[in-house]
Nanobody, 123 residues
Framework: QVQLVESGGGLVQAGGSLRLSCAAS????????MGWFRQAPGKEREFVAY????????YYSDSMKGRFTISRDNAKNAVYLQLNSLNPEDTAVYYC????????????????WGQGTQVTVSS
């Protein structure tokens, strides 16, 4: 089992950047695919990005590609999401999630979730 805690959210102006962190505790972090998801007010939770066990493979939602970067440090049991060129439509609670299996964009495939961190982008 793994416990996840996100941090790094906040209020930023349009065009700005944030770096989200997700600290994992528990065993065998390097065996988990890690994903980031987000949920805007009144909307369903959506996939943002995932990164494979080793960090070699990453994948992004089309709307985030080129602006967001996912990375991980298995020695520190952490995964990160760099958010650049933010716009008000990126306002949401961002969640990290872990999956003990192959990488997928499907929310229900992820077994463990953090509590989320709020990102608010002002215009």
């Amino acid at each position: 089992q793994v416990q996840l805690v996100e941090s790094g959210g906040g209020l930023v102006q349009a065009g700005g950047s944030l770096r989200l962190s997700c600290a994992a505790s528990g065993r065998a972090f390097s065996r988990y695919t890690m994903g980031w998801f987000r949920q805007a007010p009144g909307k369903e939770r959506e996939f943002v990005a995932y990164i494979s066990f080793s960090g070699v493979s990453t994948y992004y939602s089309d709307s985030m590609k080129g602006r967001f970067t996912i990375s991980r440090d298995n020695a520190k049991n952490a995964v990160y999401l760099q958010l650049n060129s933010l716009n008000p439509e990126d306002t949401a609670v961002y969640y990290c999630a872990a999956r003990a299996g192959y990488a997928t964009t499907t929310i229900d495939d992820y077994h463990y979730w953090g509590q989320g961190t709020q990102v608010t982008v002002s215009s």
